[in-house]
């Protein structure tokens, strides 16, 4: 967050993972908050939460053979 000020105007941050604490749900919400404008790229097995204005696409991780 502490470096939200210096995205130029319009830009969109990115961010991939494969879990979803809290905390960073927190963050994405601040950060729109702060008129930025970000995105969520989920590769976990579980879907995130929806995040009122940030866009959230899931991408379910394959499991391999004999993975439960």
Not at 16 to 41: F, Q
Request: hydrophobic content about 40%.
């Amino acid at each position: 967050l502490s470096q939200a000020p210096r995205l130029e105007y319009g830009s969109t941050l990115l961010v991939v993972t494969a879990i979803t604490p809290p905390p960073l749900i927190e963050a994405l919400l601040r950060l729109k908050s702060r008129c930025r404008r970000s995105a969520l790229v989920s590769l976990g097995r579980t879907p995130p939460p929806g995040i009122p204005g940030v866009d959230v696409l899931h991408w379910a991780a394959e499991r391999s053979e004999g993975e439960t």
